[in-house]
């Protein structure tokens, strides 16, 4: 089984950075596009980045972009997102997510694209 594993959510005050981590194992991570969503209560499930499984393609959402930064190592089988300047909207349940297979010249923007989930790390920012 393909299973990914969110870590590094966390309660900090607006303008504070957290580092993300998405673990995943049972499935050929390097040619799996990955991205990052999040849900805030309430509203849809909303795209955070996208990275190609060269990991020299990459695509943010306007709201993060300047200040996230999504990457991965595929030694590792792990993606990132380092989360910079945070403030009080970026709160929300973040999700990793894999496509099993794709393209490394274009991105994947919609969560039905993607094939697998995890279960979801909390970030709560005060301001």
């Known amino acids: 089984q393909v299973r990914l594993e969110e870590s590094g959510g966390g309660f900090v005050q607006a303008g504070d950075s957290l580092r993300l981590s998405c673990a995943t194992s049972?499935?050929?991570?390097?040619?799996?596009?990955m991205g990052w969503f999040r849900q805030a209560p309430g509203k849809e499930r909303e795209l955070v980045a996208h990275?190609?499984?060269?990991?020299?393609?990459?695509y943010y959402s306007n709201s993060v972009e300047g200040r996230f930064t999504i990457s991965r190592d595929n030694a590792k089988n792990t993606v990132y997102l380092q989360m910079n300047s945070l403030n009080p909207e970026d709160t929300a349940v973040y999700y990793c997510a894999a496509r099993n297979g794709g393209s490394a010249n274009r991105d994947y923007l919609t969560p039905r694209e993607y094939n697998f989930w995890g279960q979801g790390t909390q970030v709560t920012v005060s301001s």
């Open positions: 049972g499935g050929t991570f390097r040619v799996y596009p």
């Open positions: 990275i190609a499984w060269s990991g020299t393609r990459t």
